[in-house]
């Protein structure tokens, strides 16, 4: 368990907030490009606590202001896209992407003070399918160079979700791996899988054809956390019946993403202390991903983003099945809601004076740690880890991101080592 005080520290992030500050020095996903077609009317969001409209100009760049007009408070969602920026409809007041007030048509010559107006604004950068915003002070830093910018667009996919809880105990979702063989587990009808499956779940788990309250594999696993520059390498091992180890990699990266086994990006986005957006990002080196493989859209539909299996309908959870098949009870249709119950059950923002950590959640204090150490350097005026202003520094070969039976003989930390000296760090297949 952690002090409460500590607790706030890490997880409110509003205006003037410690963790706050913390999250405003690195840019944040402030939406899917779709979301904000050209020629579409502008976006109102909310982001670290703030109301905001997202807006694409006449050439179709984004711009990220405040909701409220300076002038009476009117919502500019509802303005008029032109003359190089936004335009209230109450009384015309024309701003830039800046803040700056351009004109007062209800003025005389156009209004003489409006240069004095400097309406709330934070600059965007638009790349991979994501439009991002830096809410900081003083000149934005580089965006991280991350792998999936760098594929074709047809080889990844972007989709976000409505979370009612506070962005950490989501991001701790993905830190917690040893939730994988509970939560998300689905007894196997071995005799029906081909040679191939058949191999891939027995390496998994250790008794994929059993449903237990224990689990497929009780006792049999271990986890790991390694520091890293810019946030933490984790892992889970389980030691294999015939000798071996059958391993789970991701690294947390600073301040709120996961890249998870298998390669993909969760990235917790807070939207104000009670609520956030999961960005789920995923892409492939190889090949092109396949629009109908990505049936996700249809789980958190657009424009709200919130699942369809939720708290409203306890998450569809299936209480026959969890006798049977499924150990959660909620279909791995709705894999996503597996993870959402639990997140949001912890309620609003998670009171973890409250918790008593064991062994395996070693990598989760960790990570904590790493967080609560940024938010004190940035109360101390220093500068936090992975806010990228040097060009050749913005390469991420330490990123780890893998599972499959780890080679005879070789620690963990040894395999992944060899992973990022090769540059294969960042797998998106299976390390078989």
Avoid at 223 to 248: N, P
Wanted: proline content about 8%.
């Amino acid at each position: 368990m952690i002090p409460s005080e500590e607790n706030d520290l890490i997880t409110r992030i509003e205006p003037g907030t410690p963790c706050g500050e913390l999250m405003r020095r690195y840019w944040q996903p402030a939406a899917i490009s779709e979301e904000l077609p050209p020629g579409g009317a502008p976006l109102p969001i909310r982001l670290l606590g703030e109301d905001l409209v997202l807006f694409r100009n006449d050439e179709g760049k984004p711009g990220l202001l405040g909701l409220h007009c300076s002038h009476r408070g009117a919502d500019l969602s509802y303005g008029r896209v032109e003359d190089g920026g936004l335009r209230c409809i109450y009384h015309g007041w024309l701003y830039d992407f800046r803040g700056r007030c351009l004109d007062q048509p209800g003025e005389p010559a156009g209004g003489e003070h409006r240069d004095a107006i400097r309406h709330p604004a934070y600059p965007c950068v638009e790349r991979g399918g994501l439009i991002f915003a830096y809410m900081g002070r003083g000149e934005p830093p580089l965006l991280p160079n991350y792998e999936f910018f760098s594929v074709p667009e047809d080889h990844r996919t972007i989709h976000k979700l409505y979370s009612e809880c506070n962005f950490l105990q989501g991001n701790e979702g993905n830190i917690d791996l040893i939730h994988n063989n509970f939560v998300h587990f689905v007894k196997r009808d071995l005799e029906r899988l081909d040679p191939e499956e058949y191999q891939r779940v027995m390496d998994r788990f250790g008794n994929p054809g059993v449903m237990s309250g224990r689990g497929p594999d009780p006792g049999m696993e271990s986890t790991d956390a390694q520091l890293l520059e810019f946030g933490v390498r984790i892992c889970k091992s389980r030691a294999m019946e015939k000798g071996g180890s059958y391993i789970r990699v991701g690294t947390f990266v600073l301040p709120n993403l996961t890249v998870i086994p298998g390669g993909g990006v969760n990235w917790h986005v807070p939207i104000d202390d009670a609520h956030h957006w999961k960005y789920i990002i995923a892409h492939s080196r190889e090949k092109p991903i396949g629009r109908g493989e990505n049936r996700r859209s249809e789980l958190s539909p657009p424009p709200t983003y919130m699942p369809v299996a939720n708290k409203a309908n306890r998450y569809r959870q299936d209480r026959e099945a969890m006798k049977t098949t499924i150990y959660s009870g909620i279909s791995p249709k709705y894999f996503a809601a597996q993870d959402t119950c639990v997140i949001e059950g912890a309620g609003a923002i998670q009171d973890r004076t409250k918790e008593n950590l064991v062994t395996t959640d070693m990598p989760i204090v960790v990570c904590r740690k790493v967080l609560h150490q940024a938010v004190k350097t940035v109360q101390e005026g220093g500068v936090p880890p992975h806010v990228i202003r040097d060009p050749e520094k913005n390469h991420f070969p330490e990123i780890v991101a893998t599972y499959g039976v780890l080679p005879e003989g070789m620690s963990w930390r040894e395999y992944c080592e060899g992973l990022v000296a090769e540059g294969r760090g960042w797998q998106t297949l299976s390390a078989r």
